[in-house]
């Protein structure tokens, strides 16, 4: 897939450079107490070395066409605001899981729905996937809402379907098609 932008709303999308990684790992450390809880790699104490060895695996999955993941960024502005992708792609079945998340001061403003719109549309036109499943973990009520807001049909419950924290977890099982 081309590496281009994604304008998305006044959201810029973009995969990370290694110059991101200090506003990246200020926005993890600001948000670890809300997010800890669904994203346990959250922390106090997130540095800009996990930052880069992030920003590694996700230039490694997007070499090997299994994930896409990119920074979300104002697009005036150009400052920092959340991360999200499109991953575990599979090809065969051509069908793919999207995740996002946005820094604690930048939520409830509309964020991920956008970014759940911006990468539905690269999932099912460059991609030419026919599937895209958002999990939200049972409990994260901000991620549920921003699947039922961006119009994704909510499946079921999965159980054991996530890993958090060493535990299984059932998740929330919601799709998008063309």
């Not at 995969?15 to 346990?40: I, K, L, Q, T, Y």
Request: proline letters at 4%; one cysteine or more.
């Amino acid at each position: 897939m081309d590496d281009s932008l994604i304008h998305a709303d006044g959201l810029l999308l973009r995969p990370f450079v290694d110059a991101d990684a200090d506003p990246f790992a200020a926005a993890v450390r600001e948000s670890a107490a809300g997010m800890r809880r669904w994203m346990p790699w959250c922390s106090d104490d997130y540095g800009v070395e996990q930052a880069l060895q992030w920003f590694q695996a996700c230039r490694t999955g997007r070499a090997g066409d299994t994930a896409y993941e990119y920074g979300v960024f104002e697009q005036d502005t150009g400052a920092f605001v959340g991360g999200a992708g499109l991953n575990e792609i599979r090809h065969d079945h051509r069908f793919c899981n999207l995740g996002y998340w946005v820094r604690q001061s930048r939520q409830g403003q509309g964020v991920a729905t956008r970014v759940v719109h911006a990468l539905a549309g690269q999932a099912f036109g460059p991609l030419r996937l026919q599937r895209v499943e958002i999990v939200v973990a049972v409990g994260n009520l901000a991620s549920e809402r921003v699947a039922v807001k961006s119009g994704a049909l909510r499946e079921g419950v999965a159980r054991n379907r996530l890993v958090i924290d060493d535990r299984p977890a059932p998740a929330h099982m919601f799709s998008l098609v063309p």
